[in-house]
């Protein structure tokens, strides 16, 4: 463990907190409408994919959790922030845990974070509003987060690839 | 690569799960017999699935029209902005429903089935 953040530290993580609170700012202002809710884009994900390749387990849990506190903080409420937290977490830890393995790209990952984004909502919907019913929702919603999953892991793999690592 | 193929698995180990889960839901559903209408809560009423109807269900400065037709129910029209629940589409088994968030109102589709839930509930 770490003592102190270097200021470079501190500017990194600042950049790409702010980065991915407004890709979700962006995402939220896209009318994209379906009939099952749930089905979304995820494009924040792009930043903490980013940090589990070229930073670290601790940043890209830093980055994920302080930029669903102030998005909830900011645009929503008690439930919004339960929802958005429960989605995260589960995702973040399953891209984690594939991460290490070291046998998924950025694609692979990004598709079982989406997913697991998918299901960790579900779950605590279900769990919320009392009701199994929600279950009838999870097949759409896995298919949409695998192939949402998928697009945010291509862009994250060119931008793995892309930027260099002594310059982020 | 060896890490495309791993991918490739994990997605299509997903599919495959996703379309399980459609098949289970798909084989184990049963008609329903009724369509209950809740708003914020509480029970705004149930109306048979059977008799065609066009229901003007009222919230709180806001309204959703249901309508029943040919055993279907569903949201005709909604005051609500995103109009998320007319584009639910028709529902008719056991268990389906249309949620308008904005105004609170769930419409569901119960009885027929011998569900757990409902068992519960009544």
């Given at each position: 463990m770490k003592k102190r953040l270097t200021g470079k530290e501190i500017a990194e993580y600042g950049l790409l907190i702010s980065l991915a609170m407004v890709l979700s700012y962006v995402e939220y202002m896209i009318p994209f409408s379906v009939a099952v809710p749930g089905v979304k884009l995820g494009l924040a994900n792009i930043v903490v994919i980013f940090a589990l390749y070229r930073l670290g387990t601790f940043q890209a849990f830093v980055i994920s959790l302080l930029r669903v506190l102030l998005m909830s903080f900011m645009f929503g409420n008690a439930f919004a922030l339960m929802y958005s937290l429960s989605g995260a977490l589960l995702s973040l830890c399953i891209m984690l845990v594939l991460r290490k393995t070291g046998r998924f790209s950025p694609v692979g990952v990004g598709a079982a974070g989406g997913v697991s984004h998918n299901i960790g909502q579900i779950l605590c919907a279900m769990v919320l509003l009392e009701t199994k019913r929600l279950i009838y929702y999870l097949p759409v919603l896995l298919i949409s987060g695998t192939i949402a999953g998928i697009v945010i892991g291509v862009i994250a793999g060119i931008l793995i690839k892309r930027l260099d690592p002594k310059q982020v | 690569m060896k890490k495309r193929k791993n991918d490739i698995m994990l997605v299509a180990a997903i599919g495959f799960i996703a379309l399980l889960l459609w098949l289970i839901i798909y084989i184990t559903r049963s008609e329903g017999a009724f369509v209950r209408v809740t708003v914020d809560g509480g029970e705004y009423g149930t109306y048979p699935l059977d008799a065609d109807a066009e229901i003007f269900i009222r919230g709180d400065g806001a309204y959703n029209i249901l309508v029943i037709k040919d055993g279907e129910a569903a949201v005709?029209?909604?005051?609500?902005?995103?109009?998320l629940c007319m584009h639910q589409g028709k529902i008719r088994y056991d268990g389906q429903s249309i949620i308008c968030l904005p105004n609170k109102v769930v419409v569901e589709i119960v009885g027929g089935g011998q569900s757990e839930y409902d068992a519960v509930t009544r």
């Open positions: - | 005709l029209d909604a005051s609500c902005p995103d109009k």
